[in-house]
């Protein structure tokens, strides 16, 4: 192919010569045609267009050079500002987005049956210990408050009555005592004039008549004595009986006082009060609605004294300690980190406390990384904003960087 085409040539530069040219002649316009010969390939290489060429002649811009060597310089201190970091503060922080607000749930329940009469207090207000509620239909508790006053004061003029019985028995006592001092005075007279009788008579100066009054004298003063003492000692004995019956009334007016507080005290319990400071939320039932003891009516939820439960791994507690700083971030509230402290950690993972705790004692063992609650305290200015809502998620993130006279817990591990 190569010799066709360089004739081709030959005859284009040089026109074939007559028969009489000499063979010299064509090898010279071979020699001349030969230096421009090209090496045969199989596809012709594409020339390069002019644009390309020239753009590949420009230097580069020096505004692209100071971008890309800004760019890596920022990379640098980035780098290096990360690390930093890491090494300070990063490699300390225990973090975790298993974490919850929780607050003290209070749930208001009914202690006396009735209707509802009336709702004091609208829903997601503000509330505070003591004030009312709710309130009940009070009017069969009032009755039952007076009638056990009625009661009492009944029970009260008895005990009056049987006081002034007393009074008037012990003034019998006193009697029956006179009376006995009497018949006694009365036997001594008596034994004195028998025993005058009795001499008289033995030796014959006096009568036998006389000797026999003197001796009936003596024996009824003596029977006098008796009977004297007698009703002394039943005086004394109703004494005790009234005494007796006194504090019996006065035990049934004490148990009457009872009944009483007991009515008194259902009675307030128809205005069902906020036991602590709050905000009333969920309730369940509308006036009109009957409610017996013990049935749930609503619930007060203190926000002022909310706090955090951080649900983390078993293999992060071996850094954790009450005491150690917290940064709390609230999903609700962007851009806001809170600062708290780790209040205490749960004495057992949360499966334990679950109504059915596993056993892994049966069945095919599955490993499976177990949370402890870690309960973390909000400061109470926080709390106070009323920002942080029982049930929001949260991020929480623990400083384990010891004290600078404490031991480093990741050297210490």
């Known amino acids: 192919m190569a010799v066709p085409a360089r004739d081709q040539v030959a005859r284009v530069v040089h026109p074939e010569p007559d028969s ?23 596809a012709p290489e594409a ?13 580069k811009s020096p505004t692209r050079k100071r971008v890309l060597v800004g760019v890596g310089a920022i990379a640098i201190l980035a780098g290096i500002y990360f690390g930093y970091h890491y090494m300070v503060v990063g490699r300390y922080m225990v973090t975790t987005d298993d974490a919850y607000v929780r607050g003290y749930n209070t749930t208001l329940g009914a202690r006396v049956s009735g209707h509802i009469a009336a709702i004091a207090v609208e829903d997601n207000a503000r509330v505070g210990a ?11 508790y009032r009755i039952a408050a007076d009638n056990a006053r009625a009661k009492i004061a009944t029970q009260e003029a008895t005990i009056d009555r049987i006081g002034r019985q007393v009074t008037a028995q012990e003034s019998a006592v006193d009697q029956a ?11 001594k007279r008596a034994e004195a004039d028998f025993a005058r009788q009795e001499t008289l008579s033995t030796r014959g100066f006096a009568s036998k008549a006389t000797f026999d009054v003197s001796q009936a004298g003596r024996d009824q003063a003596l029977a006098s004595v008796q009977a004297a003492q007698a ?32 009515a008194v005290r259902d009675l ?34 203190q926000l002022d004294n909310v706090y955090i439960d951080a649900n983390y791994k078993e293999t992060q507690l071996g850094r954790l300690k009450p005491g150690q700083r917290v940064k709390i971030t609230v999903d609700a509230v962007s851009g806001r980190t809170i600062n708290g402290i780790v209040d205490s950690i749960a004495p057992a993972s949360g499966s334990i406390f679950t109504l059915l705790p596993p056993d892994n004692a ?52």
């Open 130 to 140: 003591g004030s009312v509620i709710l309130r009940i239909d009070d009017g069969d």
């Open 47 to 59: 020339a390069p267009p002019a644009d390309a060429k020239e753009e590949s002649a420009k230097p």
């Open 177 to 187: 005592k006179a009376q006995l001092a009497s018949a006694d005075a009365a036997t």
């Open 20 to 42: 009489s040219e000499t063979d010299a002649s064509r090898a010279d316009i071979e020699q001349r045609v030969r230096p421009v010969e090209q090496p045969a390939t199989d």
């Open 362 to 413: 049966t069945g095919n063992f599955t490993k499976v990384v177990q949370r402890v609650p870690v309960r973390i305290r909000v400061p109470a200015s926080v709390a106070r904003e009323n920002l942080l809502r029982p049930g929001m998620s949260v991020v929480t993130s623990v400083n384990t960087k010891p004290s600078p006279d404490g031991v480093d817990p990741i050297v210490a591990r």
């Open 268 to 301: 307030s319990f128809t205005s069902v009060l906020a036991p602590v400071d709050g905000t009333f939320a969920n309730r369940i039932v509308n006036v009109g609605d009957y409610v017996q003891p013990g049935q749930r009516l609503a619930n007060v939820v």
């Open 231 to 262: 009703a002394l000692d039943a005086a004394q004995a109703q004494v005790d009986v009234v005494k007796a019956q006194k504090a019996e009334a006065e035990g049934q007016l004490q148990e009457l006082r009872t009944a009483l507080a007991k």
